[in-house]
């Protein structure tokens, strides 16, 4: 005889992002070496860097899936102002890059506050949803102290200035609320109120309206600064057709696709591997929020069942606007690819959420492992001839 035990994780999932992580070894080599060659003499220096990037990200989500996701209730609040005091610190001392405060730097090695930032609040959200419980739909003392939180981390971000990251993390933490009950009438009184303030945020720059506007003409193509990333992006895909030219065939990440190893490491994917190998990609990210969500719907408890929802979110989201974004259906973003795009804080912070989405799969009924039951002996009395079981 059989009885069931919660002890397994969903083997779909980490299949998916352990294939999309070592695929990207492939795909960053590829779309970095002759960049690297120019800059560093060496075409396997960034690959090199990526791949030790990468298996850190496997072994923090193999520490974060054997960790009781339960326990993580205790720590986010103090994690989410530490990553308040993080984003405060990046504004301060944090390295310039195009523009942009968004790096701290010890040595050689880069940290990007936000990513950290973006994944502590989802979960000191979800915390406090499954605390509140139904006082979340008290405006003054449910929803207002839970947006508190998210203008700060919001806010902080976007004044790096980081729009694309920063409306990301608002859009998802509504999200979040919207799943954990909170009142439709209250989130739309702040969508309303907040959306003409990103408005007039966004087109306060000169470089975000360039983007915009060059994205609504669709006149990117005729030469203009602004969207020629995107368009060289779309000829890549073009180049490659249904099969691709072939791995490290490209001929866009050398002469006309300006850090294709980055945020548009998927139009390389679609130059070298085609119409097939970018489904292969995005179904493995459809195999994600699939899983993801059922896990959700399995989930024991309410803190689980939204954890999972927010990771799952934020995972499939991200890479769903970068494929948008590298075929010109949305405005440049900037956002990274998951687990695919070169960068080290997305890929561990992303893969430390993956494993807590992992440790969640394996405390539900999802995936029941059979084991051995051990019947007690029946013992017959003189009294009976019926055995009883002790």
Same mark, same amino acid.
């Given at each position: 005889? /059989?009885?069931?035990?919660? +002890?397994?994780?969903?083997?779909?999932?980490?299949?998916?992002? *352990?294939?999309?992580?070592?695929?990207?070894?492939?795909?960053?080599?590829?779309?970095?070496?002759?960049?690297?060659?120019?800059?560093?003499?060496?075409?396997?220096?960034?690959?090199?860097?990526?791949?030790?990037?990468?298996?850190?990200?496997?072994?923090?989500?193999?520490?974060?899936?054997?960790?009781?996701?339960?326990?993580?209730?205790?720590?986010?609040?103090?994690?989410?102002?530490?990553?308040?005091?993080?984003?405060?610190?990046?504004?301060?001392?944090?390295?310039?890059?195009?523009?942009?405060?968004?790096?701290?730097?010890?040595?050689?090695?880069?940290?990007?506050?936000?990513?950290? &930032?973006?994944?502590? *609040? *989802?979960?000191?959200?979800?915390?406090?949803?499954?605390?509140?419980?139904?006082?979340?739909?008290?405006?003054?003392?449910?929803?207002?102290?839970?947006?508190?939180?998210?203008?700060?981390?919001?806010?902080?971000?976007?004044?790096?200035?980081?729009?694309? %990251?920063?409306?990301?993390?608002?859009?998802?933490?509504?999200?979040?609320?919207?799943?954990?009950? =909170?009142?439709?009438?209250?989130?739309?009184?702040?969508?309303?109120?907040?959306?003409?303030?990103?408005?007039?945020?966004?087109?306060?720059?000169?470089?975000?309206?360039?983007?915009?506007?060059?994205?609504?003409?669709?006149?990117?193509?005729?030469? !203009?600064?602004? +969207?020629?990333?995107?368009?060289?992006?779309? *000829?890549?895909?073009? +180049?490659?057709?249904?099969?691709?030219?072939?791995?490290?065939?490209?001929?866009?990440?050398?002469?006309?696709?300006?850090?294709?190893?980055?945020?548009?490491? /998927?139009?390389?994917?679609?130059?070298?591997?085609?119409?097939?190998?970018?489904?292969?990609?995005?179904?493995?990210?459809?195999?994600?929020?699939?899983?993801?969500?059922?896990?959700?719907?399995?989930?024991?408890?309410?803190?689980?069942?939204?954890?999972?929802?927010?990771?799952?979110?934020?995972? !499939?989201?991200?890479?769903?606007? +970068?494929?948008?974004?590298?075929?010109?259906?949305?405005?440049?973003?900037?956002?990274? %690819?998951?687990?695919?795009?070169?960068?080290?804080?997305?890929?561990?912070?992303? &893969?430390?959420?993956?494993?807590?989405?992992?440790?969640?799969?394996?405390?539900?009924?999802?995936?029941?492992? =059979?084991?051995?039951?051990?019947?007690?002996?029946?013992?017959?009395?003189?009294?009976?001839?019926?055995?009883?079981?002790?």
């Amino acid at each position: 005889m /059989f009885s069931s035990e919660r +002890n397994h994780i969903d083997i779909s999932i980490l299949i998916a992002v *352990l294939t999309l992580m070592l695929l990207s070894l492939g795909v960053v080599y590829s779309a970095s070496s002759s960049y690297a060659f120019l800059k560093y003499g060496e075409s396997e220096k960034m690959l090199i860097t990526h791949a030790i990037k990468v298996f850190l990200g496997i072994g923090c989500m193999f520490i974060a899936m054997r960790m009781d996701y339960h326990k993580l209730q205790r720590f986010t609040k103090l994690a989410v102002v530490a990553a308040v005091g993080l984003l405060f610190v990046t504004l301060v001392l944090g390295g310039e890059a195009k523009g942009a405060t968004r790096w701290l730097r010890f040595g050689s090695i880069g940290f990007q506050p936000s990513e950290f &930032a973006k994944y502590v *609040l *989802l979960f000191h959200l979800c915390t406090l949803i499954a605390v509140k419980g139904e006082l979340i739909q008290d405006f003054k003392r449910g929803f207002i102290p839970v947006m508190v939180w998210i203008g700060c981390v919001t806010l902080l971000v976007m004044l790096q200035p980081n729009f694309s %990251m920063g409306s990301m993390i608002f859009l998802l933490s509504l999200v979040l609320l919207f799943v954990g009950r =909170a009142k439709l009438s209250h989130l739309s009184l702040t969508f309303a109120v907040l959306v003409p303030v990103f408005f007039v945020y966004m087109m306060s720059a000169e470089y975000r309206r360039a983007r915009i506007m060059a994205f609504l003409s669709g006149n990117g193509g005729s030469g !203009t600064k602004a +969207n020629y990333q995107v368009w060289q992006g779309i *000829l890549g895909f073009g +180049n490659g057709g249904i099969f691709g030219v072939g791995p490290g065939e490209s001929r866009q990440r050398d002469f006309f696709l300006p850090e294709s190893y980055g945020d548009f490491v /998927f139009s390389i994917v679609g130059e070298e591997y085609g119409f097939i190998g970018t489904i292969f990609f995005l179904t493995l990210f459809a195999v994600i929020m699939y899983r993801g969500f059922k896990i959700a719907k399995f989930a024991g408890d309410v803190f689980g069942r939204n954890l999972a929802i927010a990771i799952t979110c934020a995972i !499939t989201l991200y890479a769903l606007i +970068n494929a948008g974004v590298t075929l010109g259906i949305l405005p440049t973003t900037g956002l990274p %690819m998951p687990f695919v795009s070169y960068g080290g804080s997305s890929m561990v912070f992303s &893969a430390c959420a993956i494993g807590v989405l992992l440790n969640i799969s394996s405390q539900t009924d999802l995936h029941p492992r =059979a084991r051995e039951l051990t019947i007690d002996p029946v013992i017959v009395t003189n009294e009976t001839s019926i055995g009883k079981v002790y």
